[in-house]
């Protein structure tokens, strides 16, 4: 499929994204897209298994989190029965998908995510919709999901399949290493990327030559559905790849004690993702892979020695993009005593000069929270934080009136003060509230930056290459950055930065859009064949 439009870009990038909000046909683009897209949000979508619209006894709406009057949809609360299905059908498609040539599957994916292309800006607006994402970052999300696919179909291609040869033990015998596929594996994904962590994990389970279950978070199923669609008309088998929405909670329970079950693929809390790896482990007959992405409490650096202008903008772009409502988000500071005034100073200015608001208009920065829920969370926490002694530089506030009466709208927050043993310090929050404390010397610095059950993003602004070097060499984090003012600890890409936790981030060890992430989805098959 030819692709209706084209990124004039060799590379794109979440920063080239940014530097694409004063592109006027970018922001038409979106803006016609959002015209197109609002008049057909607040329908009633069905679940799809083997390609047939299937409908249960119940369903939940989906409203928007920055305007509780704009529904999304309605969907199915999938049940167990249909559950078992969708995973036999998977299993009966998985025979033929899982007999393609791997040459074949790559192209059948580059067809994918042609559609995915074609549809950028569409997709785009719909993530703005359902999840309350500002626009330049849901058009990178769209972006990074197309270049996920594209990036592991290079892979697959550049290793031939992962397939080898090896030393054959006699004259007349052929020996090689085949990677093969698992089977049917569910691909749970979050609310906060849902497009391209749904596409990073289905995508790669497709190419690789497994069927797939897609369970969408319930606060954003609808991008999803249209990833299910690419699939189907990028020419996946139909019994191959299936669409199920409704409770976390119900289809974790019905897919991990399912025999059928090859594996799982889940991005999401850590809490969730224990409670769902020991289920699986415990009602499973034998191991079987789970791929965990999990949260983290990702800090950044500020030595003597920073550009503060640069650090400031690096850690209000991570900490408080999409409202802090990422895993990779910044959410702890560690600034150098005799630079510690300034750069707090410099970082309140900018904090407090960033727009908040509906996430469609195109000045604004900083969108609403999921939901109710997550206000509560921020409001417990800043309240937790004078409690405990610490000062709220700045934000602290839920806020209402005009648009925010409609939403779940709070103001991006500096706390100063915690102790480093204070839960705060030490658990995830996602939300847009970052904590900074200072240091003396940069050992000390990297002694609290690893001080923490998460290792999956960090960050570091320093001008002395010395310094630098040190942090990377010593930082207990799978994804590191120094002096990079596009994001201290966010905006990975494809083919870039390889996106995967250590410790309780995550348990691969490979991270998504790197060069070995497939090789979560298959195992090796050893061949001696005697000629």
Known sequence: ????????M??????TYVDQLENESVNESFD??????????????????GNEE?????????????????????????????????????????????????????RILENVAGYLESWKFELAAIITCESGKP?????????????????????????????????PESERAECKSVMRPYGTFAIISPFNFPLSLATGMACSALLTGNSIIIKPASAAPLSCLWLYRACIRGGVTPDAVHYL???????????????????????GSRDAGRRLNLMFLERQPYQKPIILELGSKNPVIVTGNADIEKAAGGVVRSAYGYSGQKCSAASRVYVQEEVARQFIERLREKTEALHIGDPRTRDILVGPLIDRRAVEHYRE??????????TVVTGGNVLA????DKGWFVQPAIVTGLPEDHPLVKNELFIPLVIVNTFKTLAEALRKANNSDYGLTAGIFSENEEEVEYFFDTVRSGVTYANRRGGATTGAWPGSQPFGGWNASGITGKGVGGPWYLLSYLREQSRTWIR
């Open 1 to 8: 499929m030819v692709p209706d439009r084209k990124e004039n």
């Open 10 to 15: 060799d590379h794109p990038s979440v920063v």
């Open 32 to 49: 016609k897209a959002l015209s197109l897209i609002v008049p057909r949000l607040g329908e009633t979508h069905p679940l799809y298994i």
């Open 54 to 106: 299937v409908r249960s006894g119940s369903l939940f709406e989906v409203v928007s989190p920055f305007d509780r009057d704009l529904l999304i949809g309605s969907f199915q609360q999938c049940e167990p029965l249909q559950i078992d299905r969708a995973v036999s059908v998977a299993n009966v498609g998985f025979e033929t998908w899982g007999s393609f040539s791997w040459e074949k599957r790559t």
């Open 135 to 167: 626009r330049y970052e849901a058009i990178a999300e769209a972006g990074e999901a197309v270049e996920l696919i594209r990036y592991h179909c290079r892979v697959f291609r550049d290793h031939d399949g992962f397939n080898s040869s090896l030393l």
């Open 245 to 267: 929405t409704g409770s976390g909670e119900q289809f974790g329970e019905a897919i991990t004690g399912n025999p059928g079950i090859a594996g799982i693929a889940f991005t």
């Open 381 to 390: 926490a800043v309240s937790v934080s004078l409690k405990a002694g610490a």
């Open 401 to 404: 009136g005009g648009i925010f």
